[in-house]
């Protein structure tokens, strides 16, 4: 058979679109805001802008590398790029195995998203005046969540939108899908902002996201910020490394990798602009945790004059989001069997997608049966960073906690040490920097040589409670 042509970005902005899109998801919309909500605001989110910028962009530089460089999917790009039966394969088929784990429950929440513009769509969301109609709204969540018919028939649906996608490939699947929901979720997001600023509770929300409340910031909330840098820039499990091998030999790596992180970054902050002065105008709580997306917004969409028109820009763009953020999973997963089995890209997606799919049934199932957990408040808090107890949140945890660092680990190591020495001997500086001063490169050398794996393991010892 002959060796088909690899695929590749159509352009420069597709590619920043589409990994500004896999960037973009749950992790900013949704978990961000909780995060800084719970953790008091103002001095966590400056620590977390340190951690995207001391260790996220430096890390997303040797990702985004490390795949254009070997023009191949995480294993096969390992395995390229070291002598062979090399155990730096392993860190490629973790971030494969991470995908796997990750896209079966963000399925799920994505599923609840769609679902919300449905309910948007059909008016739930409006004209609610009285106490017990305001309650009414909020307690959608908790019926969906405990639906186990409502919460497959989503996560089908959404995983078969993005198997869709996935599998008419890179430029005409994958590009062009960023193209169209990027732009569209940044006019939303922007348009909810603007209608923010109207509102009583905007003064708040300001001083609570940009004030200084160190007293409220904790050990745990530093080293929150750090593995939050990783799930929100997508790092770690070969996503971005993916993405890099589908580009051009000409497009540069390191100004990519700071337009990407610079959108995911303001994306996140937006986010906070547009939740936090609705949450506070309608008189709840910053630290409503995961409920923020599901129950708060929907009880203030209710209240508002024209609140089912905004409950539905805000739900499509919760969907679009998670979506090209899913659409990145599955392409490393099925990219594997593209570029190491040779298999046609339709039957690598069909095969993964549908796997993904019934794996991420237990967690569709979490809240309609008691086999894997207890009631739905414990779900919503296990979907991103709860306590352990139930298959959704053991996924979660296990991936955010473990796979992602670890890999990012790997990835930092191998971009630094192995790649660097092998370039070189082939003295190829030049290349290398990109025309970027020295100081620089070598600063993006030593943080991702020491700065970053003691980082990361710092989080892991947190996170087995040695810290
Ligand atoms: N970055 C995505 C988000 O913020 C999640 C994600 C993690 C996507 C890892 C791909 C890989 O929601």
Known sequence: MAEAKRSQWGSKVGFVLAAAGSAVGLGNLWKFPYITGENGGGAFVLIYLFCILLVGVPIMVGEVYVGKLAQKAPVGAFGDLTPLGSPWKLVGALGVLAGFVILSYYSVVAGWAMHYVYLAATGAFSGAETAEEIAAVGAHFGALYANPGAN????????????????????????LASRIMMPALFVMLIALVIYATTLDGFDRAVGFVFGFHTDQLTGGGVLEALGHSFFTLSLGMGAMLTYGSYMKKEDGVVA??????GLDTAVALMACLALFPITFSYGMEAAAGPGLVFVNMPTAFAQMPG???WAIL?????????LTSAISLLEVVASYFIDELKWPRWRAVAL????????GIPSALSGGTELFGSGFQSKIQSVFGGDGKNWFDSLDYLASNWMLPLGGLGIALFASWRIEEVKR?????GERTEGAPLAAYLAWLWILRVVAPVAIVLVMLHALGVL
């Open 152 to 175: 497959i028939f989503w996560h089908t649906l959404f995983m078969a939108i993005t198997v869709g996608i996935v599998t008419v490939g890179i430029q005409k699947g994958v590009e």
């Open 256 to 261: 990519t990798s700071f337009i990407i992180s």
């Open 307 to 309: 609140g089912t028109l």
């Open 314 to 322: 805000f739900f499509v763009l919760l969907t679009f989001a998670a």
């Open 352 to 359: 993964t997608g549908g796997a993904i799919f019934l794996f």
């Open 425 to 429: 001997r082939e003295a190829l500086l």
